[in-house]
């Protein structure tokens, strides 16, 4: 999960610059890399043929999938691919960098532009509602952060809607008659190889790297548990001078761990707490607020100092809730173990690796018309009715693709 204290600051704007030529020139690159990589043998469609037949030319298409894995924007590049439709991605500005920014030239031939993530950045949300008013395709995940959680949907930002009615002002304004379109897109993963092995060396490893010992006829799912218990009490201890073993449930104690240290900090950086309804905007309402103190050369040393501990915190913080507590206890399936895995592995060692090749299946929802919505409401209000209905939407997308 990306961490702004080792990111730093956005250096500049990388815009999307698509090229036919490039994309074909790239496609087997691409597809190799969507294999080798992510491990995908597969990317089924659902209905691939039916898609864009109530779009009109000229109207703007915002796809808008759930997010549980760094393959995701992959997987819909080959989808693009398939319905023959160039698609534009608003993605973290961190992966434009890598190999001396060849990957984000390659990106930007592919439709990619940057997003500062840290705060409202104009220049993308300006670059996003252009695609849209130019009749063009662009997708963006709303739930904002990968958290390896195929089977549940974390509760949405309403900036993606916010965007798109943005959007569909303009064009009323400016082009009557024509529209923007959100989809609701659901992606599901499956795994094709039978994982058990690698799955049992990851948990062996990471027993040993706490030299925990295996609980005798442990099950993966209890071993896993029991790891991820143990870790939790030191993070505890780390932060708190005790454990709270005797205060509920896993799923009780990582959200008391994520709401005593976000409230804590909110109390004094930001004099109110909760900042926002949801951990995810008051993650993101902190760490703004944080990286402003810590980036300020102005500031002291020392205020920059307790500056930078608090992001670590407000890390952790997301980190401990993109955990449920319960997932693998509902369903151990050999999916949720393997998720819970590369979650534990890429917090630990900063990055993880599908254990498998798996099968990736992507489902369109019924396209929600904007032009339909209020011209006279509050775009906020809009806004916050659309995300309400496309969380809704993709929530029904994802049972149907299970």
Known sequence: MWNAI???????????????????????????????????????????????????????VLLAPNHSHDSDPHVMMQVGWRIGRQLHF??????????????????????????????????????????????RSLVVFP??????????????????????????????????????????????YRYV????????????????????????????????????????????????????ETAGTLAERLALLTESLLARHETEYLKKSPSAETVALRVKTLRRRLFEIWTDEATGAEDREQARDALDDVQLALQAYSYPGNYLSEKPSIERIAETIEKLEEDLDGFALPKGRRRARVVFGEPIDLSQADPTARPRTVAAETTDRLEGAIKELMREGA
Not at 6 to 32: K, T
Not at 90 to 110: E, S, T
Not at 160 to 186: C, D, H, N, Y
Request: overall charge positive; hydrophobic content about 40%; charged content about 30%.
């Open 6 to 60: 080792v990111d730093g600051a956005m250096p500049r704007f990388w815009p999307p610059r698509p090229n036919r030529f490039w994309n074909a020139a790239l496609e087997p690159w691409r597809y190799w890399y969507l294999r080798r990589y992510y491990k995908i043998a597969e990317v089924a469609i659902d209905r691939p043929h039916e898609f864009g037949r109530q779009f009109a030319a000229g109207d703007g």
């Open 90 to 135: 608003m993605a973290a500005w961190q992966i434009f960098r890598p190999h001396l920014g060849l990957d984000g030239w390659i990106l930007q031939r592919m439709g990619a532009f940057s997003v500062d993530r840290e705060g409202c950045d104009r220049r993308a949300l300006k670059q996003g509602a252009e695609i849209l008013t130019t009749g």
């Open 143 to 188: 739930e904002g952060e990968v958290y390896r959680l195929n089977d549940r949907l974390t509760p949405l930002l309403d900036g993606v809607a916010f965007m798109a009615f943005s959007a569909q002002r303009e064009l009323t304004k400016t082009a009557p008659g024509r529209r923007v379109w959100i989809v609701p897109t659901a992606i599901r």
């Open 193 to 244: 190889d039978d994982i058990r092995p690698k799955i049992e060396t990851a948990v062996a490893r990471l027993e040993h790297s706490l030299r925990l010992k295996t609980p005798r006829g442990a099950s993966l799912d209890q071993r896993i548990l029991h790891y991820g218990e143990f870790l939790l009490t030191i993070r505890e201890k780390e932060k708190f001078g005790r454990s709270f």
